[in-house]
């Protein structure tokens, strides 16, 4: 028994070994010596010599017989030898061979034979006779550089032929959708990637062209049919989008196609430099969700905002977030004087300031930790720098969590604004830009209602002020939908669930949202600071709102998976405070146009006597301070007649 045992042992300790040796070694020819590729090429080159020696032994003419055939060999071993050396032909590794490594083999097998010419010819003006045939070492400097390129080639193809093999049920087979530059290296890239995700098997071009043509060895096929017609034609799983000329509407074609028969979509940057080329194949990525918004993404364009920010100093808070930190972003473009940040998160205040240390040009940044809600520092920040412009984009947001920290959406997004707005007013500041929130029309929770207060504040206290001087601060309110991607937002939330093998959990199946992106919104913030005569709210033309649950078949999709097999969808209701569809207007609401077709001026109720809504609003601030949150939403409810709560335990107090 322990025989057997022992001998088992034995076996299964050499299986280890040459495992080790075979597989680890083999898949990482990075580890094979230098020298053992050099001594490979000379006994290529010996080989040629053989050859070459036969070759000439039979024609008619003879070989010189001035030093013996050993001597002879030695030589040219030497000099081949020499000119390996020199050009490093042993250098490069063998499984990642290129047309580099060719022109090393060319070069140096060229040298070697125009240097054994040279000693030739110089042996025979000396002692009048030569040492080589000519054509004897034209026929081995060929046969050689032929064998040492075969060589590598062929090591090349069994090693990728063995990974592929070893790997074929890990490698997945794709066509890419472009026949530019673009398309070819990412081709390139791909192939030789290690360790090999994809495999390339055809190009798709939208003219038929090039419909006889191949390119590395790859069809080339004309789009006449649907991409999942050829995805499948070709046996393939997935389809790389490379081709930058496609419009929106051919992307979305696309993509809907392929979701539909559970073909993934992927998608990867524009190859600028040869940089880009050696890192193409890590920036592949799911196409992204951005990109099948139902609408064109708004690009805003305004000589006005320049005028504004340059050469000025800007304000902005909640900085830090994903809003504020877009503002801040695209504030630095247009190059302020001085731009100070404000957030009472640390940390990512504090990634923020590494980040814009990058931006920076002729622009002084200071950060500081604090909240909107301490009257006091916020007084010594407008008092020290007196702002020209400021964005504030600080607030809090969740509406389940606001729903139930009522004291804190009121202390926060109204007391805050209100700090804020009456310093604005007292330092002088031009402009002043809120960012609001589609929740804040018809609100159904206190978030909606908190922001809905903020609105209300800042048109009256202009009407206000503008009755008293001519100089008064412009207070312009911004108001948008959900921004895909930002903190918290139902993106990176699915993102996040699909990631862990799901479910994606959503509230409810007719849920409906509009969407836009970070850059969008903050692009609409800009523009309404440059356009507004001061009391407007602007409002974003954000197209068709978007059915929660086709959001979520989608990232499946895109992910590669296959909804409510691979990963379910659960039902969980909604939340308190949630309502199945958001809003831009009041029912009652009109709207003005503006130069930009895409952004509207909402004309809504205002605050008829400030006195009395500024008694309210103290009477609000002084509940929230005390905690009391049933008096805190009672009140909201008086200032706000509309607001309806909603899936709440406020509803008694409608």
Same mark, same amino acid.
């Given at each position: 028994?322990?025989?057997?045992?022992?001998?088992?042992?034995?076996?299964?300790?050499?299986?280890? *070994? %040459?495992?080790? #040796? $075979?597989?680890?070694? !083999?898949?990482?020819? =990075?580890?094979?010596? +230098?020298?053992?590729? /050099?001594?490979?090429?000379?006994?290529?080159?010996?080989?040629?010599?053989?050859?070459?020696?036969?070759?000439?032994?039979?024609?008619?003419?003879?070989?010189?017989?001035?030093?013996?055939?050993?001597?002879?060999?030695?030589?040219?071993? *030497? %000099?081949?030898? #020499? $000119?390996?050396?020199? !050009?490093?032909?042993? =250098?490069?590794?063998? +499984?990642?061979?290129? /047309?580099?490594?060719?022109?090393?083999?060319?070069?140096?097998?060229?040298?070697?034979?125009?240097?054994?010419?040279?000693?030739?010819?110089?042996?025979?003006?000396?002692?009048?006779?030569?040492?080589?045939?000519?054509?004897?070492?034209?026929?081995?400097?060929?046969?050689?550089?032929?064998?040492?390129?075969?060589?590598?080639?062929?090591?090349?193809?069994?090693?990728?032929?063995?990974?592929?093999?070893?790997?074929?049920?890990?490698?997945?087979?794709?066509?890419?959708?472009?026949?530019?530059?673009?398309?070819?290296?990412?081709?390139?890239?791909?192939?030789?990637?290690?360790?090999?995700?994809?495999?390339?098997?055809?190009?798709?071009?939208?003219?038929?062209?090039?419909?006889?043509?191949?390119?590395?060895?790859?069809?080339?096929?004309?789009?006449?049919?649907?991409?999942?017609?050829?995805?499948?034609?070709?046996?393939?799983?997935?389809?790389?989008l490379s081709d930058y000329t496609l419009t929106k509407e051919e992307q979305l074609k696309i993509v809907d196609d392929c979701l539909e028969h559970n073909y993934q979509v992927l998608s990867t940057q524009t190859v600028k430099n040869w940089e880009d080329q050696k890192s193409i194949t890590k920036n592949i990525k799911q196409f992204d969700i951005k990109d099948l918004l139902e609408r064109q993404p708004i690009v805003i364009q305004n000589k006005l905002i320049s005028k504004q920010i340059q050469n000025k100093t800007v304000l902005v808070t909640g900085a830090a977030g994903s809003i504020g930190s877009e503002i801040v972003q695209q504030v630095l473009a247009f190059e302020p004087a001085k731009i100070i940040l404000v957030d009472q998160a640390e940390t990512p205040l504090y990634e923020l300031s590494l980040l814009v240390k990058t931006s920076l040009k002729n622009t002084t940044y200071i950060p500081f930790v604090a909240d909107i809600k301490d009257a006091f520092i916020m007084e010594q920040i407008l008092s020290n720098h007196q702002p020209d412009v400021i964005y504030h984009a600080a607030a809090y947001k969740h509406v389940p969590i606001m729903e139930t920290n009522a004291y804190q959406a009121v202390l926060t997004n109204v007391l805050g604004t209100k700090i804020l707005a009456d310093l604005a007013i007292k330092y002088q500041v031009a402009s002043f830009v809120m960012v609001s929130t589609d929740k804040a029309v018809n609100p159904s929770n206190v978030m909606g209602a908190s922001k809905r207060i903020a609105e209300l504040y800042v048109q009256s206290l202009f009407m206000q002020s503008q009755s008293k001087t001519s100089r008064a601060t412009k207070f312009i309110?911004?108001?948008?939908?959900?921004?895909?991607?930002?903190?918290?937002?139902?993106?990176?939330?699915?993102?996040?669930?699909?990631?862990?093998?799901?479910?994606?959990?959503?509230?409810?199946?007719?849920?409906?949202?509009?969407?836009?992106?970070?850059?969008?919104?903050?692009?609409?913030?800009?523009?309404?600071?440059?356009?507004?005569?001061?009391?407007?709210?602007?409002?974003?033309?954000?197209?068709?709102?978007?059915?929660?649950?086709?959001?979520?078949?989608?990232?499946?999709?895109?992910?590669?998976?296959?909804?409510?097999?691979?990963?379910?969808?659960?039902?969980?209701?909604?939340r308190p405070g949630e309502k199945l569809f958001e809003e831009l207007l009041n029912d009652a609401s009109k709207t003005l146009p503006t130069h930009h077709d895409k952004i509207m001026i909402a004309q809504e109720y205002n605050v008829t006597d400030f006195d009395s809504f500024k008694s309210q609003l103290e009477n609000l601030i002084q509940y929230a301070k005390k905690m009391q949150s049933d008096a805190v939403v009672a009140e909201m409810k008086k200032i706000v007649p509309e607001f309806k709560s909603r899936n709440s335990v406020y509803e008694n107090l409608d």
């Open positions: 028994m322990s025989k057997f045992n022992s001998n088992t042992t034995k076996k299964s300790i050499f299986k280890e *070994l %040459t495992k080790d #040796f $075979f597989e680890n070694r !083999f898949s990482n020819l =990075a580890y094979l010596p +230098r020298w053992v590729i /050099f001594c490979i090429d000379m006994v290529i080159v010996m080989f040629a010599g053989i050859i070459t020696y036969f070759i000439v032994a039979n024609l008619t003419f003879k070989s010189y017989d001035t030093y013996s055939v050993s001597i002879r060999y030695f030589i040219t071993l *030497l %000099t081949y030898a #020499f $000119f390996f050396f020199a !050009f490093r032909t042993y =250098a490069g590794i063998i +499984r990642h061979s290129s /047309f580099i490594d060719g022109m090393r083999l060319l070069l140096a097998t060229s040298f070697a034979f125009f240097s054994l010419v040279v000693l030739n010819y110089t042996h025979f003006f000396v002692h009048e006779t030569k040492i080589f045939l000519m054509p004897e070492l034209f026929i081995h400097g060929v046969i050689s550089f032929v064998l040492l390129f075969l060589f590598r080639i062929l090591v090349k193809f069994l090693f990728e032929t063995y990974i592929e093999l070893e790997n074929k049920d890990q490698i997945k087979k794709i066509v890419v959708f472009g026949i530019d530059a673009n398309a070819f290296a990412l081709a390139k890239a791909l192939n030789s990637e290690q360790p090999k995700r994809y495999k390339v098997v055809a190009f798709i071009e939208k003219t038929n062209a090039n419909r006889t043509k191949q390119v590395l060895g790859l069809p080339i096929v004309s789009f006449k049919q649907n991409a999942s017609e050829i995805i499948r034609k070709f046996d393939a799983s997935a389809i790389i309110t911004t108001r948008f939908g959900n921004v895909l991607g930002s903190n918290g937002s139902v993106v990176p939330l699915f993102t996040k669930q699909i990631q862990e093998g799901g479910p994606i959990t959503i509230t409810h199946p007719d849920i409906i949202r509009y969407f836009m992106t970070i850059p969008e919104a903050c692009q609409l913030v800009l523009e309404a600071g440059s356009m507004g005569n001061g009391g407007e709210i602007y409002i974003f033309d954000m197209g068709q709102p978007v059915r929660i649950i086709d959001l979520a078949y989608k990232m499946i999709r895109l992910a590669g998976f296959v909804p409510e097999e691979d990963i379910k969808i659960e039902v969980v209701g909604l």
